[in-house]
């Protein structure tokens, strides 16, 4: 054990200490309370937590609080509790902190529904607002680590005073280097909806990285007014589709269908309408959009927010993923049972789709607390029908709302706290914290990534590299 230590404490962080390393591992062993410790540490912890490790006998109890001493060292070196599936020998970024999940099992008051829901951001014991925010990158698995790299980052770079700008639909241009994004359909701030289509934005990727937090720097990037002719009306969401973006449209009214358009990415932003009916009725909402990296074909999911924020009419179609096949134009339903489906995504190699729901959040209708905010997988056959529907993740807080893969097959989601990360067997390996609901995001290609977190836009860096389809790229 001795021998442990003295190798914990060689590594170069122990000499930011402001107290000798042995005097802090020893007050730390000897007592249960954090009164032993000088006043700059401010260790976040409960007697619980070292608790943990009852004694049954003196010489026990040295061996057992010193145990716990060797797992608090790394929070009070910049870090938090580690958890089981955390290595000490792993280096933590500057900008991540570790949550032990077994802390979390037992919470000393449990709030009945009406007070803690989807809708309240859960912060673990002894962790400020304030704190999660200033470490932003949550490690709840080593996964999380290849993912983030060495040193990674998160920066606003731009902000409103309460229009949701920042909304769905974030697609990356490379020709360009500009990412894409639209403002909230329906939202009352925005005064969109049925009296008016909401609107397409675009950032500069490299004015985002000039004002970061990967320079030192800061500042907000410039929000160009994206004028797409004819517009597309209240779009919501987007991908990459044969070098040009490919836009759902909710509709609008009984006039305006939901539709599928195609918008060229460069002045003058025109645009064509590539389907609007399904055998001459009107969708109920279009809502997110993905190509199966397979075969091409488009996939895109039909809900009812556009109904459930007062700019469409009661539905007519059952909540559905539709396939759409542009060779032929064969259009089909994939996959229904959903209550209110969302987000859409293929795994890298094509052979899983992913589909979000998220039947909690009712719109101007409020909350159903027991409905889904659920990831469902499928296994993509080799003929693009989808079989075995199978729960991947149920998220808290919020509902997961957009969807991103990585190369490595790891599969994101914005939800009620930021983005969550979870490795292709459903374990969630980290978060982003940004401590608001963050609907959508998107890569930029390796290391670089845009959060859209409604009225905050944030620029991130870290080693992961987005998944895309090859084929629909600009070439």
């Known amino acids: 054990m001795i021998q442990f230590v003295t190798e914990l404490l060689s590594i170069p962080l122990v000499s930011k200490l402001p107290c000798s390393p042995w005097s802090l591992i020893m007050s730390l062993s000897l007592s249960t309370s954090s009164s032993n410790l000088p006043q700059a540490f401010d260790l976040n912890i409960t007697n619980a937590s070292l608790n943990s490790y009852p004694p ?20 009070v070196l910049g870090g938090t509790l580690l958890s089981a599936d955390v290595g000490l ?3 933590i970024p500057e900008q991540a902190q570790v949550i032990d ?22 912060l673990p014991p002894g962790l400020s607002e304030q704190n999660a925010t200033a470490k932003p990158f949550h490690v709840y698995n080593d996964g999380f680590y290849d993912i983030l790299g060495p040193d990674p980052t998160l920066t606003v770079i731009g902000s409103t005073g309460g229009d949701p700008l920042f909304h769905e639909a974030v697609v990356w241009y490379p020709p360009t280097d ?60 987007a991908t990459n589709y044969r070098g040009q973006i490919l836009f759902t449209g909710e509709g609008q009214g009984n006039d305006t269908p ?45 809900t009812l927010y556009g109904y459930l924020q007062d700019f469409r009419p009661p539905p007519a179609l059952p909540n559905m993923v539709y396939r759409l096949t542009p060779s032929t134009g064969a259009l089909v339903a994939v996959a229904d049972g959903f209550e209110l489906p969302n987000g859409v995504i ?30 469902y997988r499928f296994t993509v056959e080799e003929d693009g029908t989808w079989s075995n529907r ?18 490595n097959g790891n599969v994101y989601s914005g939800v009620g706290d930021g983005v969550h990360v979870w490795n292709p067997s459903g374990v969630l390996l980290g978060k982003i914290f940004v401590g608001s609901t963050s609907a959508n995001f ?10 859209a977190a409604e009225t905050q836009l944030y620029y991130v860096t870290l080693a992961a590299e987005g998944a895309v389809v090859a084929s629909e790229m600009p070439q």
């Open 101 to 122: 999940q077994k802390a979390l099992n037992v919470l000393e008051t449990v709030e009945p529904p009406s007070v803690v829901n989807l809708t309240n951001v859960f």
């Open 442 to 451: 998107n890569f930029a290609g390796k290391g670089r990534m845009v959060i």
């Open 390 to 407: 199978k729960l991947f993740s149920y998220v808290s807080p919020g509902i997961p709302d957009g969807i991103h893969c990585d190369t």
């Open 178 to 237: 500009e990412m894409f994004f639209v403002q909230n359909a329906g939202a009352e701030a925005a005064g969109t909806g049925l009296n008016k289509s909401n609107s397409i934005y675009k950032i500069s990727l490299a004015q985002a990285a000039a004002v970061s937090n990967q320079f030192n720097a800061s500042g907000s990037v410039n929000i160009t007014h994206v004028n797409a002719t004819p517009p597309v009306i209240n779009s919501n969401g």
């Open 56 to 75: 049954s006998s003196p010489s026990t109890t040295l061996q057992a609080n010193l145990s716990a001493a060797m797992m608090l060292l790394p929070l």
């Open 89 to 91: 020998s792993q280096s």
């Open 258 to 302: 939901p539709s599928l358009f195609i918008m060229n990415p460069v002045e003058p932003y025109n645009t064509t309408v590539l389907l609007n009916n399904f055998f001459g009725r009107q969708f109920n909402s279009l809502n997110d959009v993905a190509i199966n990296p397979r075969n091409g074909d488009v996939y895109f999911t039909d």
């Open 346 to 375: 293929f795994s890298p190699n094509g052979s899983y789709a992913y589909v979000t729901d998220t039947g909690a959040q009712g719109a101007f209708y409020g909350y159903n607390f027991s409905a889904p905010a659920s990831i």
